[in-house]
């Protein structure tokens, strides 16, 4: 067999084992050598139309959240984490997230405190300048019934959130409380004794305060007991998971005497947070679940600080 030969049966294997990609109606072929798999992702990307994000969500990993008095609290998150993509790149490479992931808990623990050396490693390894990650978890907390002072544990909602955008960090902390609402107009207008403070009765509803808040600098940020006590208090009343007899007459009074629309729970909210030096940007979402309504109501308030001064940012975000 001469040379010729060979040749000719080395192209014949070659495009025997060839993958054809079509895009748009465009056809090319992606030899493989019979043994290498193709990798999908490096087909030509003709649309031109660039991804914001892309990558994984809900990934269910441990989290270490440290706690204000003291050491730190294991608990389970579920973890997003994405990337920009350009728009000449067909798709991500979904099995490196997972890799970036647990490559750095080898070393460290995934915390608030190791969020942005996360981001950085996964940035170099996706090769973009906007990467994105959040960690979803519920955060346990100690409380005691209101007049009985019976101890018992709570839980709160919690989110961190990091981002590195063109080299720059931003964390933010999530924080989604349950209040009591109770409604000025209604009781007002049952008010049969208004120097007594006397009524019928107002109605009350559970109320979401959901409040994000990030810092200068961008770590360690608010302790979390701290961003759910500003919320709670901003409240006609708190939640309690246990309340004997007592404790829910004190809860009862204590909502009708201290009545609020969403508009003042949202505001309360907001003037604690101008009152803390080293926040620079808060978002404040209060969700009412109406009682005497088919329907829900809601305020959106978003502050931002620049030069010691306070703005409103971002009125018809949603």
């Known amino acids: 067999m001469d040379q010729?030969?060979?040749?000719?049966?080395?192209?014949?294997?070659?495009?025997?084992n060839s993958i054809?990609?079509?895009?748009?109606?465009?056809?090319?072929?992606?030899?493989?050598?019979?043994?290498?798999?193709?990798?999908?992702?490096?087909y030509p990307e003709r649309r031109g139309i660039r991804i914001n994000r892309v990558g994984v969500s809900d990934v269910?990993?441990?989290?270490i959240v440290k706690q204000k008095i003291g050491g730190q609290q294991e608990v389970h998150a579920a973890i997003g984490m994405y990337g920009s993509l350009l728009k000449n790149v067909k798709g991500t490479n979904m099995s490196r997230f997972i890799e970036e992931l647990l490559s750095n808990w080898k070393t460290d623990p995934i915390s608030g405190d190791t969020f942005e050396k996360l981001?950085?490693?996964l940035a170099r390894k996706l090769g973009s300048d906007d990467v994105y990650i959040d960690a979803e978890f519920d955060y346990f907390m100690p409380k005691s019934t209101p007049a009985t002072k019976k101890p018992h544990i709570t839980s709160h909602n919690c989110r961190f959130i990091g981002q590195i955008l063109k080299s720059k960090f931003?964390?933010?902390?999530?924080?989604?409380?349950?209040?009591?609402?109770?409604?000025?107009?209604?009781?007002?207008?049952s008010l049969v004794d208004k120097e007594k403070n006397i009524g019928r009765g107002?109605?009350?509803?559970?109320g979401l305060v959901s409040l994000q808040v990030r810092t200068s600098p961008p770590q360690p940020g608010l302790w979390l007991e701290d961003q759910i006590d500003i919320c709670e208090k901003a409240g006609s009343a708190e939640l309690y998971p246990l309340l004997k007899r007592p404790d829910e007459k004190w809860v009862t009074e204590q909502g009708y005497g201290n009545p609020k629309y969403v508009e003042d729970i949202a505001r309360d909210v907001m003037v604690k947070i101008k009152q803390m030096d080293k926040v620079q940007w808060a978002r404040c979402r209060v969700k009412n679940f109406e009682s005497i309504h088919p329907h829900n109501v809601q305020c959106i308030i978003e502050i931002s600080?620049?030069?010691g001064r306070w703005y409103q940012t971002n009125r018809g975000k949603m």
């Open 305 to 307: 600080k620049k030069g």
């Open 119 to 121: 981001l950085r490693s």
């Open 60 to 63: 269910k990993f441990p989290l």
């Open 20 to 42: 054809t990609s079509c895009d748009e109606g465009i056809c090319e072929p992606f030899p493989t050598n019979g043994n290498q798999l193709v990798d999908v992702h490096k």
């Open 170 to 189: 931003y964390f933010t902390t999530e924080t989604n409380v349950l209040v009591a609402s109770y409604c000025p107009c209604s009781k007002e207008m």
């Open 4 to 16: 010729q030969e060979i040749n000719n049966q080395k192209e014949s294997k070659l495009e025997i």
């Open 202 to 206: 107002a109605h009350a509803q559970r």
